[in-house]
């Protein structure tokens, strides 16, 4: 099974190259706009969304008027495509949709007009390559990097964004994993997992305590505090402070997520589970009485996190009836239930 992460890199560029790069991402815009004015009709029957006949319709138009290298050419053209054929299936139910306007920096790279080394990778342009040096955490200990950014994932498509001066690479990244059959789920080993037992965020039927329920509680209730102060105070300043203390909160509690999801997923695989077990999310007990809203948005988010993470390698997720995950012999071809399998003391 194909697992597939995008992962999004800095990069260095120089001024000379980014003077390349730009004409290209406005290059580029013109190819697809190009592409999606010759496949537009307000009828959504008329609309050609193929990239056969678009490519046959448009191809030498756009490579005499720009100066983009036929792969460019080619991939402005699916990414036209796309948007045409989004548009044509929201027409079809019932609901607005315009023709697509190309109007911000991206360029869409393949294995043809991209090429990654150790330090840096070299990107096809207008004209010569442009080569740029990545810029990764010094420390890549919680980030992206160290999960994805590595020998073990194979890099892919990418597409180069611009943002406030700054380029961007958004890679694709790939690794081959087995997957995890219905039958060997059903008859291997089973990591059952409560959420929110005696103050902590996760408990797991083989006896880990992960993440502090109550210290997660006690930081959304010092911004929430912070939050209503703020807002009494009703000046600009304290608009933005706001904006500003929330964005940290959000970065603090994914953070803070990823790392007991990580925990769990890393739980299963030294036990060799072959799937993970969670009490379902509609039956959550509320052992801490407030912000029940916020429990439920990060058990909710900390399921995904262990999705994501559990399917490179291969285990499968699934939510259970809560009265019985962490007390369920972790083994799966027992399948006994019982309190005392539940190591809470």
Same mark, same amino acid.
């Given at each position: 099974?194909?697992?597939?992460?995008?992962?999004?890199?800095?990069?260095?560029?120089?001024?000379?190259?980014?003077?390349?790069?730009?004409?290209?991402?406005?290059?580029?815009?013109?190819?697809?706009?190009?592409?999606?004015?010759?496949?537009?009709?307000?009828?959504?029957?008329?609309?050609?969304?193929?990239?056969?006949?678009?490519?046959?319709?448009?191809?030498?138009?756009?490579?005499?008027?720009?100066?983009?290298?036929?792969?460019? @050419?080619? $991939?402005?053209?699916?990414?036209?495509?796309? !948007?045409?054929?989004?548009?044509?299936? +929201?027409?079809?139910?019932?609901? =607005?949709?315009?023709?697509?306007?190309?109007?911000?920096?991206?360029?869409?790279?393949?294995?043809?007009?991209?090429?990654?080394?150790?330090?840096?990778?070299?990107?096809?342009?207008?004209?010569?390559r442009v080569t740029a040096e990545y810029v990764t955490p010094v420390n890549e200990e919680g980030t992206p990097f160290e999960d994805y950014w590595t020998d073990e994932w194979e890099k892919r498509e990418a597409t180069l964004h611009?943002?406030?001066?700054?380029?961007?690479?958004?890679?694709?990244?790939?690794?081959?994993?087995?997957?995890?059959?219905?039958?060997?789920?059903?008859?291997?080993?089973?990591?059952?997992?409560?959420?929110?037992?005696?103050?902590?965020?996760? @408990?797991? $039927?083989?006896?880990?305590?992960?993440?502090? !329920?109550?210290?997660?509680?006690?930081? +959304?209730?010092?911004?929430?505090? =912070?939050?209503?102060?703020?807002?009494?105070?009703?000046?600009?300043?304290?608009?933005?402070?706001?904006?500003?203390?929330?964005?940290?909160?959000?970065?603090?509690?994914?953070?803070?997520?990823?790392?007991?999801?990580?925990?769990?997923?890393?739980?299963?695989?030294?036990?060799?589970?072959?799937?993970?077990?969670?009490?379902?999310?509609?039956?959550?007990?509320k052992r801490i009485s407030n912000a029940s809203k916020f429990q439920q948005w990060a058990f909710k988010e900390l399921q995904r996190h262990v999705e994501y993470k559990a399917e490179e390698h291969g285990i499968d997720v699934d939510?259970?009836?809560?009265?019985?995950?962490?007390?369920?012999?972790?083994?799966?071809?027992?399948?006994?239930?019982?309190?005392?399998?539940?190591?809470?003391?």
């Open positions: 099974m194909e697992v597939v992460r995008n992962i999004q890199v800095k990069l260095d560029v120089s001024n000379e190259g980014a003077e390349v790069l730009d004409e290209t991402f406005e290059q580029f815009r013109q190819a697809a706009q190009h592409v999606a004015d010759h496949g537009w009709n307000d009828n959504p029957y008329n609309i050609t969304d193929t990239k056969n006949t678009l490519h046959k319709e448009t191809y030498s138009d756009v490579r005499d008027e720009l100066s983009l290298q036929s792969s460019l @050419v080619q $991939s402005a053209r699916n990414l036209a495509a796309t !948007a045409l054929g989004n548009c044509k299936d +929201r027409k079809f139910d019932g609901e =607005r949709a315009s023709k697509p306007e190309f109007k911000g920096t991206v360029v869409v790279y393949n294995g043809r007009t991209i090429t990654y080394n150790d330090d840096h990778v070299s990107l096809a342009t207008t004209g010569k611009k943002r406030n001066g700054t380029y961007y690479l958004h890679v694709a990244v790939k690794k081959d994993v087995e997957p995890s059959c219905d039958e060997e789920s059903e008859n291997g080993v089973v990591l059952g997992v409560d959420l929110n037992v005696d103050g902590y965020v996760a @408990v797991t $039927s083989t006896g880990a305590f992960l993440g502090n !329920a109550d210290y997660l509680n006690h930081r +959304r209730d010092e911004y929430e505090r =912070r939050r209503g102060n703020l807002q009494q105070t009703g000046t600009r300043s304290a608009h933005l402070t706001i904006q500003s203390v929330g964005d940290r909160f959000a970065r603090w509690s994914a953070d803070y997520l990823h790392r007991i999801s990580k925990a769990l997923v890393q739980e299963a695989v030294e036990n060799d589970c072959t799937a993970i077990a969670f009490e379902n999310l509609n039956h959550i007990r939510d259970v009836n809560p009265a019985y995950t962490s007390q369920r012999c972790s083994h799966g071809e027992c399948g006994f239930t019982h309190e005392k399998n539940c190591r809470v003391e």
